[in-house]
């Protein structure tokens, strides 16, 4: 007991003798950590994975290290790749065989193959958005479109563009990328060229319009001469069973049923040309009285008045005055 009551005070009497040496050690090796941390000590995070660069060996191709938390030598590096799908977007010009130059405009969805990361890291390294996947749409781009005219890459000709994209999509599988579509989001033409191009559809549609026109004039055209011709053997057919008798029994059946009705009318059996029934309505009659009034009128009017002739009850002749019997000459004075 007192061997260890001996160590015990020999203990404490160097701690305190050498305790401001251990403060400044413990604050060393705590600026350290704080300061190796983020080297040492990786997270992971959802979406993402790791490629772990060992100094001394080179990248680990092997490994793709998940989500997580990892702790490595500081003197090594681990890369974090992102695995979501992401959009890229990126715009160039492109000469056509004819010398014009077309501004396109791009947006890449892709995303890193996720078993491929080491590869991907060590042939290419993290900037590979701009090292490969904008480089590479490019190029494939500016070689397939260059044989075309601009209007044919304006109105997409034989499909033109989207044998572009696929060739594009393809391209980027070759190189540890996972291109789910490459999006042409706007093509702009000199506007010269794009006035051009867009009075030449106009032109067209309206072309069309009027082929349209002319097919819908025929097909009328069609119906009209057969509903004429099912009118003219409708009434063909009926001709041929049609009679005199029959067309009076039709008439009869008419009356009667105009007959029934409560308007005022007058019925004249046997009056007209056939010895059909005539009806004659209330208008009618007063219209043919009105009529026959005033032709009694005119009559009357047009009738020549006849001139009495006067006749003289004084037998004897009349005796002319002497100035009408004798006229005097007029005295002439000198």
């Known amino acids: ?21 251990l403060v400044v050690l413990f604050s060393i090796i705590m600026l350290c950590v704080a300061f190796l941390w983020p080297q040492v000590v990786i997270t992971i995070n959802s979406g993402e994975g ?20 990892y702790a490595i030598f500081p003197w090594n ?9 992401q959009t890229v977007l990126h715009e160039f010009n492109v000469l056509t065989n004819q010398g014009l130059p077309i501004h396109l405009s791009l947006a ?25 996947i904008a480089p590479e749409v490019e190029s494939v781009l500016r070689k397939r479109l260059s044989p075309y005219t601009p209007e044919d890459i304006y109105m997409n000709k034989d499909r033109i563009l989207t044998t572009v994209v696929i060739e594009a999509i393809e391209a980027l599988g070759q190189k540890y990328i996972t291109a789910n ?15 051009a191009i867009e009075a030449k559809l106009t032109e067209q549609q ?29 009434q063909d057919t009926v001709a041929k069973t049609l009679s005199d008798k029959l067309l009076k029994w039709q008439g009869i059946q008419a009356t009667l049923e105009l007959a029934k009705s409560s308007n005022s009318k007058v019925v004249v059996i046997g009056a007209g040309s056939s010895g059909m029934p005539l009806i004659l309505g209330g ?33 004897e002749p009349e005796t002319p005055t002497t100035d009408d019997a004798n006229p005097e000459p007029a005295n002439e004075t000198n």
Not at 206 to 233: F, S
Request: proline share 5%; net charge positive.
């Open 77 to 85: 590096t681990m890369y974090i790749y992102d695995t979501r799908i």
């Open 206 to 234: 309206r072309y069309q319009a009027y082929v349209y026109r002319l097919k819908r004039e025929e097909h009328e055209a069609k119906r009209k001469a057969i509903e004429a011709e099912g009118i003219k053997n409708y």
């Open 181 to 195: 579509d490459v999006i042409i989001r706007e093509i702009s033409l000199p506007p010269t060229i794009r006035q």
């Open 1 to 21: 007991m007192e061997y260890f009551k001996n160590s015990l005070l020999k203990l404490r009497h160097w701690v305190r003798a050498c305790l401001p040496y």
């Open 283 to 315: 208008d009618y009659t007063s219209s043919n009285n009105a009529f026959n009034t005033d032709s009694d009128t005119h009559e009357t009017k047009t009738e020549p008045a006849k001139k009495s002739t006067p006749t003289n009850t004084n037998t």
């Open 108 to 132: 890449i969805r892709f995303r890193p193959e996720y078993d491929m990361l080491g590869l991907l890291h060590q042939q290419v390294g993290p900037n590979y958005i701009n090292t490969i």
């Open 50 to 69: 790791g490629v772990l660069y060992r100094r001394f060996f080179g990248t680990d191709t092997e490994r793709v290290y998940t989500e997580g938390i």
